[in-house]
């Protein structure tokens, strides 16, 4: 059984940073796909960004040179370091793990959930 659990949510101002950390447990952290979700209040749960075993990156379009996902396998720990924040960035913010080791998208390709850290950018 894996556990996520995130940290580094929090009230920003817009333009301000955060960053997102999310430490797994279980030994299988560095075998897999890890993922960054979102979902605004009214709005489906949509993936943010992505990292594979082997560092492949996705990033949904709107956080495109705004966010980045990294990992640290010695850690067993993803991150998501979020600049430029946009009150559109408010929502809670999920880590994710996959039993795939390349990089996936849907959401029902991530296996293992953390419980979701709220992030609000105000204007």
């Known amino acids: 059984q894996v556990q996520l659990v995130e940290s580094g949510g929090g009230l920003v101002q817009a333009g301000g940073s955060l960053r997102l950390s999310c430490a797994a447990s279980?030994?299988?952290?560095?075998?897999?796909?890890m993922g960054w979700f979102r979902q605004a209040p009214g709005k489906q749960r949509e993936l943010v960004a992505a990292?594979?075993?082997?560092?492949?990156?996705y990033y949904v379009d709107s956080v495109k040179d705004r966010f980045t996902i990294s990992r640290d396998n010695a850690k067993n720990s993803v991150y998501l370091q979020m600049n430029s924040l946009k009150p559109e960035d408010t929502a809670v913010y999920y880590c994710?793990?996959?039993?795939?080791?390349?990089?996936?998208?849907?959401?029902?390709?991530?296996?293992?959930w953390g419980q979701g850290t709220q992030v609000t950018v105000s204007s």
């Open positions: 990292i594979s075993s082997g560092g492949r990156l």
């Open positions: 279980g030994r299988t952290f560095s075998s897999s796909a």
């Open positions: 994710a793990g996959s039993a795939y080791s390349w990089l996936v998208s849907a959401t029902s390709a991530y296996d293992y």
